[in-house]
């Protein structure tokens, strides 16, 4: 059976990286990426805003199933 989430109240997603900031957001061109590049979405990355494996760990400790997106050339 799927795992039953309740939600007790919201809360944020990003718990450390660049919280002085209002909103965090980073733009590339895509000429600047060469073969491929991985973007970290569980936001526990230290090398945001580019995945480190670091998803892997909170996957196992949560439960969750986030990973990156991967851009690439064809
Ligand atoms: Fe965040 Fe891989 S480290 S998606």
């Given at each position: ?14 718990p ?9 957001v ?6 600047d ?42």
């Open positions: 059976a799927a795992k039953q989430w309740v939600i007790k109240k919201k809360a944020p997603i990003n450390s990286i660049r919280k002085a900031e209002a909103k965090v980073d733009a590339f061109d895509i000429e990426i060469q073969d491929k590049a991985a973007f970290c979405r569980c936001w526990r990355s230290k090398k945001f805003p580019y995945c480190d494996g670091s998803h892997g760990t909170h996957n196992t400790e949560t439960g969750d199933n986030v990973g990156p997106v991967v851009v690439k050339h064809k």
